[in-house]
């Protein structure tokens, strides 16, 4: 059974740092684009970032952009977000998401549409505090 679990979240003051990660339980992971999505009380789950099958590519919200960065590990089977100058508008519970695409095949795709992805972690919750 496909499954990812992610981990790293916790309370941090504003303008540090966090670095998540996400496992996944495949070995087909280079078939799957990766995103991170969060989703804050009262709202909807939004993308803050994705990466293509192979890494090469890469997407980010706005509101993160030169802030927030995502990788990942074939070795390990693992996705990252590094987030650094944090800021109390990012707390959130954060998702990891993957999209098992054919299109890996033979390009690197990637994806930001939250109804596209087949498989979410359980969430890790960031506080970030002012």
């Known amino acids: 059974q496909f499954r990812l679990v992610e981990s790293g979240g916790g309370l941090v003051q504003a303008g540090g740092s966090l670095r998540l990660s996400c496992g996944a339980s495949t070995r087909a992971f280079s078939r799957h684009a990766m995103g991170w999505f969060r989703q804050a009380p009262g709202k909807e789950r939004v993308i803050v970032a994705a990466?293509?099958?192979?890494?090469?590519?890469?997407s980010y919200a706005d509101s993160v952009k030169g802030r927030f960065t995502i990788s990942r590990d074939g070795a390990k089977n693992t996705v990252y977000l590094q987030m650094n100058s944090l800021r109390p508008e990012d707390t959130a519970v954060y998702y990891c998401a993957a999209h098992f695409s054919q299109a890996c095949y033979y390009a690197d795709p990637y994806v930001t549409d939250r109804g596209t992805y087949d498989y979410w972690g359980q969430g890790t919750q960031v506080t970030v505090s002012s």
């Open positions: 990466i293509s099958c192979n890494g090469g590519r890469t």
